[in-house]
């Protein structure tokens, strides 16, 4: 008996030990084509190859975020850093099913690393993978490094590359290299118990790879020994808790770790003070002068002359989306931006077209759209290259569609499975969901379109979403909720990101200023823009939500407001805080260039 689970997300499989099925196939949601790909599977047309994005814990209760998840009010991320397999393998291995990264094959391989090169910046692996089954197949090689536990803690191991083999015949093998930046070893401290408060450090000790098709089965391949903390970068603390809880710390116990706790470290900015010191200088407003966008793009005129012609008017529309169905993109589609209005399209600023995704362009007007496989299915691919086809051809219907924007990809990490948008995320790993992102965007940009990137960030619980406080450490956002955004920006030259519908330590995120600016544009060197999910809540700290405070969000570098029933008018704040003076005009030629920049 094979049993078929067509299902968006991990589920609870304690019924595998009672009933003891031949074979269990994940075969996720597929798409358009799910069903012919599962058949060509179980007829043994295509050997199986496929890996698990998550852990499957013997139980629900079993997850370390269990114990917070679901509370409509504040979410305490108290598992910190050890989330999914960081967690089971560290500290609960007894408590796994399935194992990150398993997964079977009609076929066998045999996987050995052959060499291990070290230099100043990086560790090179260079392993074989040969089929010494009797069909054809495809095998994943992962590679996890263990730090030393040093001041930080840290988890028993830690993905760090991934190579999908080509299809091998039996006894055929093929060499992979895969190279780990030493950067990407580096851990966050934002308590400074390393010495080192707001850096990346790698801390004094020995540093081990293994190499295998899965994180409890990969066996270690190099090692190498740091004998002084080395600084890695160094940054501002930013996007901080506000809210006192503690959060798990290892502490060594016989061969392994039991669990203790820490005090998170609090938020020491005043944001205000850091909007004010990163605050623009004012263009002078100059009216039209006949400057077209289309002369910024071909070098006849800066782009400081360009938005220094637009009226106060003009630049409290352009922070305007337009939709569901503005009549100036294309029909049945989420929205309109930039040329929102007359006025700024007769300054030649076209209307951007934005499409719900990620699985898929959402056109709502009875025009036929490729449905694509789930964010869970693709991850479980492991296979960049094939992701980035997928999407080149997504592009191509994007493009003949006149869409700019796919929603998507969906980016947040599976926290808890019992999230329910897991299914359009990818993974519980932030490593490979932020490399199957920029295998995405890379193939939506070879057809001149791109991918939204979303939700920024911290999205992990649908009940309560609006209004929920994700309240998680500094160190926990930069290691595990926003390097899968990072890679997208640095590797997949993401220009677009959506912002959630919830708060991040007390924050809503339209408004923090710390994760559109100081960390997306200031650290990364983002320089696209930036948009609000549809009709979310603003607030500046210590405010209540509201959906109308257009001027905080965009004071905090949040370019666009989603969406507006007409990008002429609205019941916005805009004017009236330029009039008072609680939003500089200079905040707002931001925005404009940023959104004209894109």
Request: a negative charge; glycine letters at 10%.
């Amino acid at each position: 008996m094979a049993v078929l689970l067509n299902v968006g997300n991990i589920i609870d499989m304690k019924w595998m030990e009672e009933i003891r099925p031949d074979a269990v196939m994940y075969i996720w949601q597929g798409g358009m084509t799910g069903g012919t790909g599962t058949a060509a599977v179980l007829t043994g047309k295509v050997s199986p190859s496929g890996k698990l994005p998550d852990t499957i814990a013997r139980d629900v209760a079993d997850y370390p975020s269990a114990a917070d998840f679901g509370d409509p009010d504040r979410d305490l991320y108290r598992e910190d850093i050890y989330v999914g397999y960081r967690y089971f393998e560290t500290f609960a291995k007894e408590k796994v099913l399935y194992p990150f990264g398993y997964g079977l094959s009609y076929t066998q391989f045999e996987v050995k690393t052959t060499a291990a090169e070290q230099t100043a910046e990086a560790l090179t692996l260079r392993v074989t993978v040969k089929n010494i089954g009797k069909y054809s197949g495809k095998e994943v090689v992962q590679a996890y490094f263990s730090a030393p536990q040093g001041a930080l803690g840290k988890p028993a191991r830690q993905l760090c590359a991934f190579e999908k083999t080509r299809t091998l015949a039996p006894n055929e093998q093929q060499e992979i290299c895969m190279t780990i930046p030493r950067a990407q070893l580096a851990s966050y401290d934002d308590s400074g118990a390393s010495g080192n408060i707001n850096c990346y450090v790698l801390e004094t000790g020995e540093y081990r790879f293994f190499v295998g098709t899965d994180v409890r089965s990969a066996v270690q391949a190099a090692s190498f020994t740091i004998d002084k903390t080395e600084v890695i970068s160094r940054h501002e603390q930013a996007a901080a808790p506000v809210t006192p809880f503690e959060r798990i710390k290892p502490i060594p116990h016989g061969e392994g770790f039991a669990i203790g706790r820490e005090e998170v470290p609090l938020s020491r900015v005043d944001e205000q003070a850091r909007r004010e010191e990163n605050m623009p200088a004012e263009l002078t407003y100059t009216g039209d002068r006949g400057i077209k966008l289309s002369d910024v793009a071909t070098g006849r005129n800066s782009m400081a002359e360009f938005i220094a012609q637009l009226s106060d008017y003009d630049l409290s529309c352009i922070i305007r989306g337009e939709g569901m169905g503005s009549p100036r993109v294309t029909a049945g589609t989420a929205s309109a931006f930039g040329g929102v209005t007359d006025a700024l399209t007769g300054y030649g600023i076209p209307a951007g077209c934005c499409s719900d995704g990620p699985s898929g362009m959402r056109l709502d007007c009875g025009t036929k759209a490729f449905s694509l496989p789930n964010g869970t299915l693709i991850a479980s691919s492991f296979n960049k290259e094939l992701a980035q086809r997928l999407f080149a051809l997504t592009g191509l219907e994007m493009a003949a569609n006149k869409v700019d924007c796919l929603l998507g990809p969906g980016m947040n990490i599976h926290r808890h499975p019992l999230n329910g948008r897991n299914f359009e995320y990818f993974s519980e790993d932030p490593l490979l969901t932020g490399k199957m992102a920029a295998a995405e965007l890379k193939g939506m940009a070879q057809a001149g379109v791109t991918g939204t990137i979303k939700h920024f960030c911290a999205n992990n619980q649908e009940t309560s979403r609006h209004f929920l406080d994700s309240a998680v450490s500094e160190r926990a956002l930069r290691e595990i909720y926003l390097k899968g955004f990072e890679i997208a920006v640095k590797e997949g030259g993401a220009t677009s990101v959506m912002t959630t519908y919830g708060r991040v330590n007390g924050l809503w995120t339209a408004g923090s200023f710390d994760l559109n600016h100081t960390i997306l544009r200031g650290e990364w060197g983002f320089e696209g823009f930036t948009m609000t999910d549809w009709w979310a809540n603003i607030n500046r700290r210590g405010g209540e939500a509201d959906k109308n405070d257009f001027a905080a969000m965009a004071a905090a570098r949040g370019d666009v407001y989603m969406v507006c029933a007409d990008g002429g008018s609205g019941s916005d704040n805009t004017l009236a805080a330029l009039e008072n003076g609680s939003l500089k005009r200079a905040e707002l030629q931001r925005n404009a260039a940023d959104i004209c920049g894109f």
